[in-house]
């Protein structure tokens, strides 16, 4: 689950603190990285649980009504919701249930978060229109889980602010989490049961080396890189550029020289992104010219053997 754009993220806001932090330790720097990457996937399993407990405060108020609808003699109310097959499969699953409990992952102490989405989910035009619909497969109960989590969860105030309080990691991982929950609903097949997989931590162990590589070459050669980004930027003033700007091209300059199989286009482009996100509206623009210059300058001298694109052809 945790991929590059992650990893890249996190090394951006690391790297920040750790030039902010007084007492200067690599080890205890990178070991902070690891937990942040590692609260990431927490949330991950955390938000797949937000489903399992809606669910499960849908079939309380469900058998609260099933009681009195028969004590009144009443029309009994449909289990349709409650009994989603692709709910219910989750509930079950083998690798969320093993996290949650050695984790001890609850909402039960936001009760009242989950019965006020359920609320929102019940007077929600996707609800009505599933819960009147005579049949169901197990395709429809997965979609629909997929458009509830997009309209009520995806863009939530009211949970970015919960999440907050609960980790100063989880607000600005939630973006980049719940395209993986999205995936992961998706992915979900009837024939697996409770065994079906969820994404791992980690893809493989060459991802949990790339954070690892990128952050320590960007601390270990910053001198080395400051004196690029000072030769590269003899129109401008240095020392009065935006700081995040130069951690962000910082850690770029460590991709490029680190990762001989990443393109260099790539690189550029995936850190000018970050800097549209956490620096200046100017900061992109800046960025992508200073990266694409040092990156001429690294293929010329013969630093870094990589395909870029011509200047003339821009």
Request: hydrophobic share 40%; glycine share 2%.
């Amino acid at each position: 689950m945790i991929n590059r754009e992650l990893i890249r993220i996190k090394v951006v806001q690391l790297t920040y603190a750790y030039y902010q932090n007084g007492n200067k330790n690599i080890d205890t720097a990178e070991k902070e990285l690891f937990f942040s990457l590692s609260k990431a996937y927490d949330l991950y399993n955390y938000l797949l649980l937000l489903i399992v407990d809606i669910t499960r405060e849908e079939r309380r108020r469900i058998e609260i009504a099933t009681q009195r609808a028969q004590r009144e003699g009443t029309e009994v109310p449909s289990q349709k919701f409650v009994y989603n097959k692709f709910a219910g499969q989750l509930e079950e699953n083998k690798m969320l249930n093993e996290f949650v409990e050695s984790q001890k992952l609850t909402w039960a102490d936001d009760i009242e978060f989950v019965r006020k989405l359920c609320n929102q989910i019940e007077s929600s035009e996707d609800y009505k229109e599933y819960m009147n619909t005579a049949e169901s497969d197990y395709e429809t109960d997965r979609e629909l889980w997929r458009k509830l989590y997009k309209l009520f969860i995806l863009n939530n105030p009211d949970l970015d602010s919960l999440l907050e309080e609960k980790s100063l990691y989880w607000n600005d991982d939630k973006e980049v989490v719940d395209t993986f929950v999205l995936k992961t609903i998706k992915r979900f097949e009837a024939d697996n049961k409770n065994k079906q997989e969820l994404l791992p931590e980690y893809a493989d162990e060459e991802d949990k080396d790339f954070a690892r590589k990128l952050f320590r070459a960007t601390i270990l050669n910053a001198d080395q890189y400051q004196h690029y980004l000072s030769d590269a930027s003899r129109n401008w003033d240095f020392s009065r550029l935006a700081y995040m700007d130069i951690v962000i091209m910082q850690i770029a300059i460590a991709e490029m020289l680190t990762f001989p199989n990443i393109p260099a286009s790539v690189t550029i482009n995936e850190f000018v992104d970050l800097a549209k996100l956490y620096s200046t509206s100017r900061s992109g623009g800046y960025i992508n010219g200073m990266l694409d210059s040092i990156a001429h300058f690294f293929v010329d001298n013969g630093m870094m053997m990589k395909t870029l694109r011509n200047k003339e052809s821009k």
